[in-house]
């Protein structure tokens, strides 16, 4: 999507940047309840599960596409230029010179829209889905004494998720980051 | 028949029209230098003659096979006609060896192995084998042109347009890449855009000056340095001699 809103030309930028500024303006809880007991209304019937994956799916494709586009758009014209110049196809020159530039240049935003979805599943509550928070309500519901516990663990969880995917996602940063951005002749 | 040949080029860009109806020719291995006040068109001749930016109007033929043309193969053409950058663009991502080598690769379809190997010739050529594991960042202005140049000389391009190839750099710089260009007289045509006199005087087989969108006057380095027949161009040369001092013959 963020080649297509970069690279592309209308009608499919502009479909682009329409779904990228409305899923971005929209609540997840609204999504979610849109799809789950909005869609069911044209005749489209989905689990509790595929709505919210489909939900955060959507929405999470929106903020992505702004990550890379961001990316895409911090690369200097001269890379495109310098690679048709060779004798590129423009599409040759987006998959070897421009993407792996663009990939390198998202981890740390990417990263970050990660551990947004990976917290948001507990969104997924509302509209029934049995995750770590309806699970972990079905335990402190039959133990009220544990609540707290409870809480502390699936907080606990969460947070040991996000941090090893952090960490991954930080050694791929580093060993990836020779791109000739951060590497200077004084270090 | 003209390796290559200009027809009356037209470009414009929106009101501004930037050239103005440019001709020109080169042979098999000629070096051609243009000079002129920035913002004449220099640059922008060089983009269209590699079709960067086509032409509005006006032909171009590359070994007698019009490039201008709606059937033209523009990414095939562009392998004939090398470009080295006035501020590099080497890819920040690859080392210079593989700044040389991905377009053999991946343009020419050659093996990676192979690429490799022609790409680090190449490297040799312009002095740079030992650095040809480092990144762009980790090089300096003088030797990132360099790689510049090796990268358009892998392609094995007909022509190779140099867009004021030594304007971004120290002056201690010029130098090295100078003398790769000097080195690649003969062998190789060139279209150069620069300000350096000295290479004009001693590598040029013509000069041409231009202004306003128009070839005001071309000719050998002697005739433009010793005798310009038109009063810009002397007085272009003039104010070049008074700015960098002028050049010693042959020196």
Redesign the interface.
Same mark, same amino acid.
């Given at each position: 999507m963020a080649i297509g809103r970069s690279y592309g030309r209308p009608p499919l930028s502009t479909l682009i940047y329409i779904y990228e500024k409305v899923l971005r303006g929209i609540p997840l809880l609204v999504i979610f309840f849109l799809i789950f007991f909005g869609f069911p209304q044209f005749g489209i019937t989905l689990g509790a599960f595929t709505a919210a994956i489909l939900g955060l799916g959507l929405r999470s494709t929106a903020y992505q596409a702004q990550i890379f586009r961001s990316a895409i758009n911090s690369i200097p014209s001269g890379q495109m230029t310098a690679a048709r110049a060779i004798g590129m196809s423009r599409l040759k020159a987006i998959r070897y010179i421009i993407l792996p530039q663009v990939l390198r240049l998202s981890i740390p935003g990417w990263s970050n829209e990660f551990t947004i979805v990976l917290k948001d599943t507990s969104i997924a509550f509302s509209i029934g889905v049995i995750e770590l928070m309806r699970r972990g309500r079905h335990i402190y519901a039959r133990e009220p004494d544990l609540v707290l516990w409870v809480l502390f663990l699936i907080a606990a969880i969460y947070f040991i998720m996000v941090f090893a995917t952090n960490k991954s996602l930080g050694y791929l940063e580093k060993k990836y980051k020779m791109s000739g951005f951060e590497v200077s002749i004084d270090e | 028949m003209p390796m290559l040949e200009c027809k009356n080029i037209h470009k414009s860009y929106g009101d501004l029209e930037v050239l103005k109806g440019i001709s020109l020719t080169m042979e098999k291995g000629e070096t051609k230098v243009i000079i002129g006040t920035s913002g004449t068109g220099k640059s922008t001749l060089l983009r269209c003659i590699?079709l #960067?930016h086509p032409p509005d109007q006006g032909q171009i033929w590359l070994e007698g096979k019009e490039i201008t043309g709606k059937r033209a193969d523009i990414? +095939?053409?562009? +392998?004939k006609i /090398? &470009?080295v &950058?006035q501020?590099f663009? #080497? &890819?920040?991502?690859l080392t210079a060896l593989r700044n040389v080598s991905? /377009?053999l690769e991946?343009?020419k379809g050659m093996e990676k192995e192979d690429a490799q190997k022609r790409a680090l010739a190449e490297l040799e050529k312009v002095g740079l084998k030992k650095q040809a594991d480092q990144?762009? !960042? +980790? #090089?300096?202005g003088g030797q990132k042109q360099r790689v510049g140049i090796a990268? !358009?000389l892998a392609?094995d391009p007909l022509v190779i347009l140099f867009d004021e190839p030594t304007s971004a750099l120290d002056p201690e710089l010029i130098g090295d890449v100078l003398d790769v260009m000097k080195s690649l007289a003969h062998k190789v045509a060139m279209l150069v855009v620069t300000h350096e006199m000295g290479f004009a005087r001693n590598v040029a087989d013509e000069i041409i000056f231009m202004e306003g969108g128009y070839i005001v006057e071309s000719g050998t380095p002697s005739k433009m340095f010793r005798n310009p027949k038109h009063k810009r161009t002397k007085e272009f040369l003039g104010k070049i001699a008074t700015l960098y001092g002028e050049e010693k013959e042959g020196g």
């Open positions: - | 590699n #960067l990414n +095939q053409i562009r +392998q /090398g &470009f &950058f501020d663009n #080497l &890819f920040n991502h991905i /377009g991946k343009v990144y762009p !960042a +980790q #090089l300096s990268r !358009a392609m």
